[in-house]
């Protein structure tokens, strides 16, 4: 029916239908996207064409045919989960997390402050309640026997807590626990003394504090006291805790002094030497380490040379185990004019100390046993012509050549200081007719040879056979030096264990002399 009452309406509407379509496909060219697809506008410009025009209209499109089918959107394709917002929700559970975590952190380390400061305040009220006894069984009224016990007990709770808590031995000491032990050691009972010692001897581990209030407090008067009774009555153990608190109270410079002057040096002196063999090598030990520490100070050095100490320590020297001490003690010694003419007057004190300078084995002994002789050498006349008579000048040499960088620097000091007028020295090698020449005075580290006499005295050099014998030990020692070098050349270079030098090297070795040996 529309067909016939529009008759050229197929040929303008096909018309339309074209250029439209045309039209649709350039717009669909030009824009990035489609608006609608192809079929549904040729659907709508037929109907807009059709009789009458108006399919645009609300009529016409209610009256028109039912919409196309939607076409279902293709289905997303997979890929990583977009970042999900951060919101104020988010922000704030993190926040109460931080904050429960922190309120945590802070009562853990509140209860770990609690359960400290517990302990201490328990620890600190042990320590008063220890001190407590102590006073309270000091000044009390009770029956005798019982306040002396609990005075044992509590001393004995003192060298326990002190004996491996410094600061319990600070604390202990500012409570007051110093005086009242102090005052056991005027007691009768044997525990009680020995309780009363170790724990002075253990309150003053490391505390220069409490060693001096025992000081003060007057222990080493009543240690004393303790000793004054016949040898034969003294307990060991009263003896060998004695000397272990003069150790300890000694290592105190401002105690050497009033320990010196008690008349504590003697008794040491006769733990050391022990003729009766009543001590124990550990209070032997102590007491010479104990007489070591007074030496440092020079007045007490007096006192020392008194007793039978110095003779004692230079016949004591062949023992290894004690040299290294004894050579210490004599170090200190020697730095007054007493105590070189002490070590002088000794019957041979220098054969025995020239002989230290040959231990090879033992370094620390030959420095210490060259400081000795320098010292002497570089003091007194005497002892410099009692030195080469001892034949100290090779062993000298032999230390300038084969010694420790400390003990050659002394040898060599020691050699100025036996160097000889005329530019002659005792070390050189060659000697010519016999003459005499007069020995100077010290004038360590001169590099003068001018040498002066000293005093108007002379004495005779060496013959010439004597020289002989020093030319042939320094060519030996010479020798035997350029030996020891090649074989650590060749070590370091890698050859052959038996390389042998040239002939050469050998003429040079069979010429050497002492002139090129270092003073």
Partial sequence: MAAAACPHGNDIGSLLLNRASSATASAAA????????????????????????????????????????????????????????????????????????????????RQESDV????????????????????????????ADREEEKRRESARHVRLLAKEDPEARTTLAMLGAIPPLVGMLDSSDLDSQIASLYALLNLGIGNDMNKAAIVKAGAVHKMLKL???????IDPSISEAIVANFLGLSALDSNKPIIGLSGAIPFLVNTLIDTDHKSSPQAKQDALRALYNLSIFPSNICIIIETDLVPFLMNALGDMEISGRILSILSNIVSTPEGRKAISVVKDAFPIMVDILNWTDSPGCQEKASYVLMVMSHKAY???????????????????LLGSTLSQKR???????????????ISESYGGSS?????????????????????????????????????????????????????????????????????????????STSKSLPF
Avoid: Y
């Fill in 30 to 109: 030009a824009r990035p996207w489609p608006s609608f697809s192809g079929s549904a506008l040729r659907r709508r410009l037929l109907d807009a064409f059709r009789c009458g025009g108006g399919s645009f209209s609300p009529s016409s499109r209610s009256r028109s045919k039912k919409p196309p089918p939607k076409i279902p959107p293709d289905p997303p394709r997979p890929g990583p989960d977009p970042p999900r917002p951060r919101t104020l929700a988010t922000f704030v559970s993190k926040s109460e997390k931080l904050s429960d975590l922190l309120q945590l952190a802070e009562i853990h380390e």
């Fill in 227 to 233: 000793i004054e009774s016949p040898e034969e009555t």
């Fill in 435 to 511: 003459m005499s020449a007069a020995v100077s005075a010290p004038i360590c580290g001169a590099s003068s040879t001018a040498l002066s006499v000293n005093g108007g005295t002379k004495e005779s050099m060496e013959d010439e056979d004597m020289m002989s014998e020093e030319k042939k030990a320094v060519q030996q020692l010479v020798q035997q030096s350029l030996q020891s070098n090649m074989r650590r050349i060749v070590k370091r270079a890698n050859l052959p264990q038996d390389f042998v030098p040239s002939d050469h090297l050998k003429s040079l070795t069979a010429s």
């Fill in 116 to 143: 400290e400061t517990r302990q201490k305040v328990e620890a600190l009220e042990k320590l008063k309640r220890v001190v407590r006894d102590l006073q309270d069984a000091e000044d009390g009224e009770g029956e």
């Fill in 411 to 425: 040898a060599s000091r020691i050699l100025e200081c036996l160097r000889v007028d005329k530019g002659k020295q």
């Fill in 382 to 400: 005497g002892d410099r012509q009692a030195m080469i008579e001892a034949g100290i000048v090779s062993a000298l040499l032999e230390l300038t």
